[in-house]
Structure formats: structure tokens, C-alpha cells
């Protein structure tokens, strides 16, 4: 089946990762000011003082200017943080002491998208549950009324942020070894702060797409078919490494010194393999959707264990609190570093992956070579031709009952594990689409395991 949509149609995505939407049309400074009212009045504090940023896009300025007077309109204080990743707002949360936060962006949705994250006190985002009262509100109109027009301006994140990473771990190593390093930033919110920090540890950078105008360069999801240029230019610099952001710069993809595009999925595994030979083993969390790899590292170090969750930054942060763990994130390059902030962070997962190249004094290509290898499969399907949730229910239903004697786990849609692999089904959170991901040793396995489970649940 195929995968084509057209996103002009769209609808309003409300989800644990927020509001998302086609600017103009599903995405509005009427939709951004209506949220952000429902944030406020969730928050229910008066005065309530919110911290709040945007990304590049063109669109995101004005809807940022409506999400402010949304939450003027519910009595609470702004502090303007102006252009800045979703990590710095979590930094600038926490700086500030702050009652909450939001950030006006789509992440890594093409152009034409933008959306709506929201923060809590603590810089994360916010608990399901709390989303779903957050949704509540907004559907119903249900604001909690009064007045209050003081908006501030800190234009400090990037430098709060910048410092708050090279504190939390030794940046001497990484100066000493002088890296060359490719840095793609996409256009996006992590222009600036990306080069700070790379210039901040000794780093000679070659920095692409890095006027964060949000005209992106390339379809902006930082996958390997959108990150030809990145390995090319890191190849042809002989650099130590590339790496690429999001436009909200919450996730990293990297690519190695032979230009070879390593994976999303290995930025989580890199810098939990730094975190545990530094600090010995811990729990760590990280969502279902998510390679066994970093089963596999964890097998290597003692009480080291991986706590699985429902796919949402949100959910791996919830777990990571409760388990205290030393590192969380999720496979598509988003880590999450607890001294720096509980959210996806590019800077602390470049700072980390450094590190690592300076600790153990080989080529980013020897260190992966060394990690557990699978291949995975990743398919999307348009739930407009499916019809719509209720048919994935239907999907979900079939996988479970057919495969009663695997290993279930059906917190997020359903994932099936078998000896050789497993593989994932669930609607996504940011698009309206339902994706299934399969994961074994080799190619072959990965696909039999996909038809297996596709064919079962009607997906052709």
C-alpha cells in the first residue's frame, strides 16, 4: 500500500506530542491562542509565569505572538525566549523557575507544518494524562478567564543552554583532540546553539543550512535519503563525524568520517554506551519502537536494565523520573540527558558522542563496528485510506489474537517479539498515519517479520 498522502488535508493532530497542523488551515493563530488558553488554565496557578520559544519556520512568529495572548487571556506571565530548540525551553524552565512552557514548532514535519508543544514545571513534557485534560480544555473552550499583559524578553537560552551541557560532562578530552566535525542544522532552531557548542569544544566546524530562516535545504526529517549532502561533505572534509539536527533541534542523526550515514538509531545507544563506561550501569528508558540494541549494550555492564515505554518523549521522560535513570530517549536520535534537561536534546547527544570519540581514541566507524547490528524496516500507511483509528484497533486486535503464543506488549498499539526479532504496529502520534517497524539480524528477517505481521493485520 502505499504511503502517499496528501498533508493538505491533513487533520488537527492532538496528541501526547502536542497539537500539530497544516499552517493556514488546521494550524491557526486562532488554534495556537485557543491552546495555549487550555495550557494556562490546566496549569491553574494565577500569575502562572511561561516560558516560550519557537523554531525557525516562517509561520512561527506570529503564532507565537497568539500563543502569548492566549495565555495573557488566562492570567498568565510570558517570558519571551524568542528563537531556540525545545531542549532550551526545558533549560530556561528550570533557569527561571518557571510554571511551564511551550514551544511553537512541528519538529520534523516538512514546511508547511507547524504545531504546538507543551512543558511542564520540571522542563518536561507533560504526562499523558495531563495531555488529554490539556486536549479537554481546548475542545470544550474551557478557559479559566483574566487579564495579565506582562510578556518579558530573555534572549539567554542559547548560552544558558550551551553552558549547562559543557558542565555536565569533561570538556577538556574533547578540546584536546581538535575533532572536525560537519554540522547540518537544517535551516532550524539549532543554528545557533549548534555551533556554540561545537565552537566551545575546540571543534573546527563546517556548518551547513545554518541560516535558521526555516526555508529547510532538504525535507527536513533527518534520515539518510535527506542527508546526502551532510555525508558527501563529511567525507570530502575528512571530518570525525557530521551530524544533523531537526528544526527544533530535539534530535541528532550522525554520520560517520566515511561519509557513511550510521542511523538514528544509534545516537541513543552512543551516548548511553559514554554515560555507562563513565558512571557504570543504571536504568535506562526508552520507548517500544526503539532497535535491541541498547538491550544488547545494556547486557554489558552490571544493573544496567531498559524500561520500555509507549513512543512519546513525554512517556520515556514519566518513566525515566520514576526509575531514576541515568539516560533515556527513543530510536529516532532523540536522547535524553537528566543534568542538562528531561528532553530530547541534540547539543547534550553531540557533547556525549564526542566524548566518546575522545575517550576511546578510535574512528566513529571502529566504535559501531564493535555495537550489536540489526537491520530494521520502517512502513507508513495513510490511515485516511485504512479507515481511520478505528481500523487500526481492528488491526491490533487480529496481531494479538494470532500471535497468543509470542511475547506481547500492546501500551502502544501492539509489538510482537520473537526469537529473531520484533515488530511494531501503532497510529502515530504526530501525523495521520499508522506505522509498522520491524527489526531483526539481516534484511531478509526483517522483511519475513513485517509480511508476517502485515499480512495478519490487513496491511498487503
Not at 533549560?91 to 511553537?104: E, K, P, R, W, Y
Amino acid at each position: 500500500m502505499s504511503d502517499k498522502s496528501d498533508p493538505s488535508n491533513a487533520p488537527l493532530m492532538l496528541s501526547v506530542s502536542g497539537a500539530r497542523g497544516i499552517v493556514g488551515k488546521t494550524m491557526t493563530p486562532g488554534v495556537a491562542m485557543d491552546f495555549a488558553a487550555a495550557f494556562g488554565s490546566f496549569i491553574n496557578k494565577k500569575g502562572a509565569r511561561i516560558c516560550l520559544g519557537r523554531d525557525s519556520r516562517p509561520s512561527g512568529e506570529a503564532l507565537a505572538a497568539s500563543a502569548a495572548a492566549g495565555l495573557a487571556s488566562v492570567g498568565c506571565s510570558v517570558i519571551d525566549l524568542g528563537l531556540v530548540p525545545t531542549p532550551t525551553v526545558g533549560v530556561m524552565i528550570n533557569t527561571h523557575q518557571a510554571d511551564g512552557g511551550m514551544m511553537i514548532t512541528a519538529s520534523h514535519n516538512p514546511g508547511q507544518w507547524n504545531g504546538i508543544k507543551c512543558l511542564n514545571s520540571d522542563g518536561a513534557a507533560p504526562a499523558a494524562n495531563d495531555v488529554q485534560q490539556i486536549i479537554k480544555r481546548f475542545k470544550d473552550k474551557d478557559f479559566d478567564l483574566a487579564s495579565n499583559d506582562s510578556i518579558t524578553q530573555d534572549g539567554s537560552g542559547n548560552e544558558t543552554h550551551v553552558a549547562l551541557v559543557l558542565a555536565n560532562i569533561d570538556p577538556e578530552p574533547i578540546r584536546s583532540c581538535k575533532f572536525r566535525v560537519v554540522l547540518d542544522s537544517i535551516n532550524g532552531a539549532g543554528c545557533v546553539s549548534g555551533r556554540m557548542l561545537l565552537e566551545q569544544l575546540g571543534c573546527e566546524i563546517v556548518q551547513i543550512n545554518d541560516k535558521p530562516d526555516g526555508n529547510f535545504a532538504h525535507t527536513p526529517e533527518p534520515t539518510q535519503e535527506n542527508l546526502t549532502d551532510l555525508a558527501k561533505i563529511t567525507a570530502r572534509q575528512s571530518a570525525a563525524c557530521g551530524f544533523a539536527t531537526d528544526p527544533d533541534a530535539d534530535r541528532l542523526a550522525i554520520v560517520d568520517e566515511n561519509g557513511y550515514y550510521i542511523g538514528e538509531e544509534y545516537t541513543l545507544v552512543l551516548a548511553a554506551k559514554r554515560i555507562m563506561d563513565i558512571q557504570g550501569g543504571g536504568p535506562l528508558a526508552t520507548n517500544l519502537s526503539t532497535s535491541r540494541m541498547i538491550d544488547d549494550l545494556a547486557s554489558n555492564y552490571p544493573d544496567a536494565n531498559v524500561i520500555r515505554t509507549a513512543v512519546g518523549e513525554a512517556n520515556v521522560a514519566s518513566a525515566m523520573r520514576a526509575s531514576k535513570a541515568i539516560l533515556g530517549g527513543e530510536g529516532n536520535g532523540g536522547v535524553i540527558y537528566p543534568p542538562v534537561c528531561y528532553i530530547r536534546d541534540s547539543l547534550s547527544s553531540m557533547a556525549l558522542v564526542l566524548s566518546l570519540l575522545a575517550a576511546e581514541q578510535n574512528t566513529l566507524s571502529e566504535i559501531v563496528a564493535d555495537l550489536p547490528h540489526y537491520q530494521m524496516i520502517k512502513q507508513k500507511f495513510d490511515l485516511t485510506n485504512l479507515g481511520g483509528l478505528e481500523a487500526v484497533s481492528e488491526m491490533i486486535k487480529k496481531v494479538e489474537t494470532h500471535f497468543t503464543n509470542e511475547k506481547i506488549n500492546n501500551i502502544d498499539g501492539i509489538r510482537v517479539d520473537f526469537t529473531e526479532g520484533w515488530v511494531h504496529l501503532r497510529p502515530s502520534n504526530t501525523e495521520p498515519i499508522v506505522r509498522l517497524i520491524a527489526e531483526a539480524k539481516t534484511q531478509q528477517a526483517a522483511e519475513e517479520l513485517m509480511h508476517k505481521i502485515g499480512s495478519v493485520a490487513g496491511l498487503g
